[in-house]
């Protein structure tokens, strides 16, 4: 069984930087699409990045482009969201997630995704 662990979340002031990390288990984990998703308070799920198997094309959110690096190491079976330059907005609870997803196109959308982790918590301070 799949098993994705979110770690790394936090409180963290306005213009500071958070590293997200996601560990994955169970399955081939390098051939797989992963991505990152965030929902705030009363706000629908939004994408904010994926990352191709091999690292090789990453996509993201327009407003996170420039601030937010995602980043994979498939010997490690592990994702990463790097974010800089945080504001109060991006407060929300962060889930990475995982799909056999063959087009850049689809990325996009919670849908094609299989597998999630439970998300971690965070939180800028104005």
């Known amino acids: 069984q799949v098993q994705l662990v979110e770690s790394g979340g936090g409180l963290v002031q306005a213009g500071g930087s958070l590293r997200l990390s996601c560990a994955a288990s169970?399955?081939?984990?390098?051939?797989?699409?992963m991505g990152w998703f965030r929902q705030a308070p009363g706000k629908e799920r939004e994408f904010v990045a994926a990352?191709?198997?091999?690292?090789?094309?990453?996509y993201y959110t327009d407003s996170m482009k420039g601030r937010f690096t995602i980043s994979r190491d498939n010997a490690k079976n592990t994702v990463y969201l790097q974010m800089n330059s945080l504001k109060p907005e991006d407060t929300a609870v962060y889930y990475c997630?995982?799909?056999?997803?063959?087009?850049?196109?689809?990325?996009?959308?919670?849908?094609?995704?299989?597998?999630w982790g439970q998300g971690t918590q965070v939180t800028v301070s104005s």
């Open positions: 997630a995982e799909g056999q997803i063959y087009y850049s196109r689809n990325y996009y959308y919670p849908k094609n995704y299989n597998y």
């Open positions: 169970g399955r081939t984990f390098s051939v797989n699409t």
């Open positions: 990352i191709s198997w091999n690292g090789g094309n990453s």
